[in-house]
């Protein structure tokens, strides 16, 4: 399939040079970059927090365009952008228009430019595309709910006389809101009615918006938003034909656009999404990796996933995408969540960036951003400057978690070469320097069952890599038996200290090392 943005030249793991020894030291800026789309490394924006371009205090699409060159050293290869529909609300998620952009975040050229400029950095751009509802204040829906006569009063979903009013939906939350002759079905919220996607005329509506940003604006995919909740009756086989439906019509734009789905679920449940869907993200592994880095203990991550690639394979065949992250905008992030410990914070990441997938990475998780639900303070300004009157700085929304003087800014960040930033930056120019990182497959290393270590293989044809990870805070001592006696060189440590002699690995408290 035709990669859809330019590829960069590949560097060969047979070199043995990019990374051999260990620290980002090692890492030059014109080293060249493994660059396999779709395959990669994501970045999930939200707009309004990120970086703001005319002084309103709002993030705009030009302020993401001014930070490309950021991006890009980092070695992000991709962006997620979460809604810039036009939408009454802060975050996007109940839109109006499908085929405008949010005046907050500027115009359609101002999107245009925003992409063309990516496409240059080799950095792809998905849009996060709310399907499942619209707004009230949608214009379809203002006129179906003014007239039963109206021609879209059968794009959403209404009580009849026989309707179960009072039915509850998974979590218990309420499902049909207003009053007769007028209630309607809304899964998430009474501000979000559920489009009705047994009409055609819906369908062909959504299909013809996807179509106009591929084809119009040149963007390279879609993050597809609660991709299990498109059919009230939640039918797998109804959904699952929809995005199969979808993906034909997008492929005839576009045909090696993107398409990653959230369907929050069991991996049983998600696997037949992959029969209409590129990927899906992993939100079972999502837990799994914080819970290992805090509680500095494997609970099985390498065979579990393992299993769940074979399901996945076996459901949907071979060239399905596992989309990794460690949090989103949805979640408690990721330092919250592990109590300000920046050691477990790198282990997570470390975990991420070297397992099987494409890795998502949620704005600021590589400058240690804390944030608590409700939803406003995950979703808190980007920190840029010392300075918090800087000129890119947003102020959508007053920060609360980041607020005191241990919140680090991308320049402080920058300046310390043992910071987060740093190790994110150092892990994923190691990843993107392999195209065994980037491609290969996972296996699992039986003779390296030693409490506190992970320690598993990525493969790719005749080449391979050997990763281990120490979880705990005390150096770990490892014999390497004669199963892995061929690695004999480091291809990437995290650690200086951490070193391979005569076929004993010591590792440094919480370090990473790749061998070759």
């Not at 009063?153 to 009072?166: D, I, K, M, S």
């Not at 459901?315 to 477990?344: C, P, W």
């Not at 300075?387 to 800014?409: G, L, Y």
Request: hydrophobic fraction near 35%; aromatic fraction near 10%; glycine fraction near 6%.
């Amino acid at each position: 399939m035709k990669p859809f943005i330019p590829l960069l030249a590949s560097a060969a793991l047979t070199c043995g040079v990019l990374l051999t020894g260990c620290t980002s030291d090692s890492l030059k800026p014109d080293s060249k970059l493994v660059h396999k789309p779709p395959h990669g490394v994501y970045y999930e924006v939200f707009v309004r927090a990120f970086a703001d371009s005319n002084g309103d205090g709002i993030g705009d699409l030009k302020g993401v365009t001014s930070k490309l060159d950021y991006l890009q050293d980092l070695g992000i290869e991709g962006l997620w952008l979460m809604p810039i529909n036009a939408s009454p609300s802060y975050h996007g998620y109940d839109v109006t228009d499908y085929m405008d952009v949010n005046p907050d975040y500027g115009t359609r050229d101002d999107l245009i430019e925003l992409v063309k400029e990516a496409h240059k950095r080799n950095i792809a751009v998905l849009l996060d595309f709310v399907v499942n509802h619209t707004s009230t204040q949608h214009p379809w829906f203002q006129q179906a709910e003014s007239s039963s006569t109206s021609p879209y009063r059968e794009y959403y979903q209404w009580a009849t006389p026989t309707t179960n009013t009072n039915e509850l939906g998974e979590s218990g939350q309420q499902l049909w809101y207003g009053s007769a002759p007028n209630q309607y079905y809304a899964y998430f919220w009474q501000g979000m009615p559920d489009l009705n996607f047994d009409n055609p005329k819906v369908r062909q509506e959504i299909i013809k918006a996807g179509q106009f940003w591929l084809h119009e604006i040149g963007i390279d995919g879609f993050r597809l938003d609660a991709a299990k909740h498109v059919y009230a009756d939640a039918d797998p086989a109804k959904n699952i034909q929809w995005w199969q439906e979808f993906r034909k019509a997008m492929e005839d734009v576009k045909k090696d656009v993107f398409l990653v789905g959230e369907v929050w679920d069991s991996p049983y449940i998600v696997a037949p999404y992959l029969k209409g869907l590129n990927s899906t993200f992993n939100f079972n592994l999502s837990k799994q990796l914080l819970d290992t880095a805090k509680g500095e203990y494997d609970p099985g991550i390498v065979s579990n996933l393992i299993d769940v690639h074979k399901l996945y394979e076996e459901t949907a065949g071979k060239e399905y995408i596992d989309s990794t992250f460690l949090t989103n905008h949805d979640m408690d992030r990721t330092v919250s969540q592990l109590d300000d410990n920046l050691d477990h914070a790198k282990v997570a990441a470390s975990l991420l960036l070297t397992l099987p997938g494409d890795p998502f990475v949620y704005y600021g998780e590589e400058i240690g951003l804390r944030g608590r639900k409700p939803d406003e303070g995950i979703r808190e300004p980007m920190l840029w400057k010392k300075d918090a009157n800087a000129a890119e700085q947003t102020h959508w929304e007053v920060s609360r978690w980041n607020a005191d003087a241990s919140a680090r800014s991308v320049e402080e960040e920058q300046a310390d070469n043992n910071s987060l930033y740093q190790h994110y930056k150092k892990l994923i120019h190691a990843r993107r320097s392999s195209e065994v990182l980037v491609r290969g497959d996972l296996v699992d290393v039986p003779s390296l069952q030693v409490q506190g270590l992970i320690a598993f293989k990525r493969t790719l044809g005749d080449q391979s890599l050997l990763v281990l990870q120490n979880l705990s805070p005390k150096p770990q001592v490892v014999a390497l038996g004669q199963d892995l006696s061929a690695y004999q060189k480091t291809y990437f440590s995290t650690n200086p200290d951490t070193q391979l002699k005569s076929g004993t690995l010591t590792l440094s408290p919480y370090s990473t090392i790749i061998l070759q």
